[in-house]
């Protein structure tokens, strides 16, 4: 069987230029006798040929356990530029001269193999219309999320500072740039399973760079950590009051719907009645009685106290009522050396303001979320921090630069003309509570959230 490969082609994905290259293989022939081809596409850096995808004779392209999330999301979409990069390699004249392919036949098969005629992708679970796969259904979501003209949608993807920030000799934070992704989206739902959202919001590693599963990493900037990082998780818990008429009244309705049914019921109002004869029998149900009398009678709700030194027992409880959203706040100086770093400077502060602001759909008649963040805590052998907390999905809800930090205005001379420092302030919010089951670990090698 022969097999061809093809020439190397520069592609755009999630923002970064990437080398890909195909491996085209003779599978034989069909039972009619038509010739197979299946393909194996590769992401190149260097001398390393890492595969990031599988396309069968059918056309049907499964993205492997090493392509990024972004190139999952393109194998995902037959119109993108990372599927057209692998059709052009494909259907390149070095490929075909090298696997023999002359007839019309041959080169229809040929192509076939480079995912043009099906669209399934096991990576994203989008299925195939026997017509050019999900076209019309990734047509139709494209249009529904198309942001206005001029809309930022990518961003530098290694931002740093300083410029000579050394990531492999010092603990630093990544940030990372992500297209909100609405929890209910058709994408994110679940069949099975659990209801609600099957979007995970929890930070994750991919390499060296945080992201969340399932959405698109657009931008990246990494700076030294601040000084005064803290977490603060909390969760609401309320006094709640139950006089005896309603816990009684409580358990009766729970008895009358248990699987004793009418039985159970008629034996909780027995309980009840013994214990009224008990408090008759030791003068607190009399007190009682005597009390809410009283306070009838002379309008006032304390008098009973003053009569008999009694209050109604509130049966106060502190009940747990909801989960509360984390936030968090990094405060970083900058001061640019050098017209570069004045350069780079500038670039990270648009990058956050502008992932923050608000989207405009393209006619302006709706709204749309803003860019959200994946933040995360690095050691300086680039993994995560053990000994600091990490983070899920969050929106930065404010950004605030001091322009003159030391009460001073002054500009650099030159071309730039950048300011001697800035104060860069920066509020966030996490999109979702911490759950006990996403802190995983059960050795405790992590401090978690």
Known sequence: MSTATSNQSLITIGGTKTTIESVVKDAGKDANGNRLFTTEVYRVNGTQRTPIANIDSKGKVTPTKNAT?????????????????????????????????????????????????????SGTGQGTDGQGGNTASQADFDKENQFKKGTRTSYGLDLKYPLNLAVE????????????????????????????????????LEGINPTVKGS?????????????????????????????????????????????????????LENTGNKLQQGANSGDLQTAAKGIFTSLATQNKNIAQRAYGTVNNNNVELLFTGPSLRSFSFTFMFYPREPKEAIVVRKIIRAFKQAMSVKRSQTSLL???????????????????????????????????????????????????SMTSY?????????????DDEYGDPKDDFIGF
């Open 69 to 121: 999330t972004a190139e999952a999301t393109e194998f995902g979409n037959p119109n993108s530029q990372l599927r057209q990069g692998v059709s052009k390699q494909i259907n390149d004249p070095k490929v075909q001269n090298t696997l023999g392919v002359s007839t019309e036949q041959d080169k229809k098969a040929l192509a076939g193999a480079s995912g043009s005629g099906a669209a399934t992708n």
């Open 169 to 204: 000799q010092q603990d630093v934070i990544r940030f990372s740039i992500l297209e909100y992704s609405p929890s209910l989206a058709k994408e994110n739902q679940t069949t099975s399973g659990s209801f609600g959202s099957g979007k995970s919001r929890v930070v994750i």
């Open 216 to 268: 698109k990493r657009i931008g990246g900037i990494t700076l030294p950590i601040p000084a005064g990082i803290s977490d603060s998780n909390t969760c609401s818990w309320n006094n709640d009051e139950l006089t005896m008429i309603q816990q009684e009244a409580s358990n009766l309705v729970t008895a009358l719907f248990s699987s004793g049914g009418v039985d159970a019921a008629g034996q909780s």
């Open 367 to 417: 709204l749309k979320s803003p860019h959200t963040f994946a933040i995360q805590y690095m050691t300086a052998g680039q993994k995560a921090h053990p000994y600091l907390n990490k983070f899920k999905e969050c929106a930065l809800t404010s950004c605030s630069v001091d322009y003159t930090p030391d009460n001073t205005y002054m500009t650099y001379a030159g071309d730039e003309k």
């Open 423 to 435: 104060r860069l302030s920066l509020q966030f919010q996490e999109l979702e509570p911490i759950f």
